[in-house]
Nanobody, 129 residues
């Protein structure tokens, strides 16, 4: 059974960088699209980015466009979310979820699709001076 564990969060100053990891165990990510989402205190969970099973499709939310890159290491079974130019409004708990889509080039930022299951426990990112 697939399990996901996020790591890499922490406190960073505005303009700084962080690399978050979503490490999978129990199954290979060769068969899962991975989505990154975040939830700030008092706000709903929102999409950040996703990457397809093949790695060919990557999508980014407008709020982070140009400030993040997403990569997948099928050998290590890890998906990385590299964030640059962090802003205080990026402060949130960041979660990764897995979508067992059969389409190799598909991923979605649509949370209402309910495609993502399981989820990791989250990693906290705080951007503050």
């Amino acid at each position: 059974q697939l399990q996901l564990v996020e790591s890499g969060g922490g406190l960073v100053q505005p303009g700084g960088s962080l690399r978050l990891s979503c490490e999978a165990s129990g199954a290979t990510l060769d068969y899962y699209a991975i989505g990154w989402f975040r939830q700030a205190p008092g706000k709903e969970r929102e999409a950040v980015s996703c990457i397809s099973t093949s790695g060919k499709t990557k999508k980014y939310a407008d709020s982070v466009m140009g400030r993040i890159t997403l990569s997948k290491d099928n050998v290590k079974n890890v998906v990385y979310l590299q964030m640059f130019g962090l802003k205080p409004e990026d402060t949130a708990d960041y979660y990764c979820g897995a979508d067992s889509t059969v389409l190799p080039d598909f991923c979605t930022l649509d949370l209402s699709s309910r495609r993502y299951d399981p989820w990791g426990q989250g990693t906290q990112v705080t951007v503050s001076s």
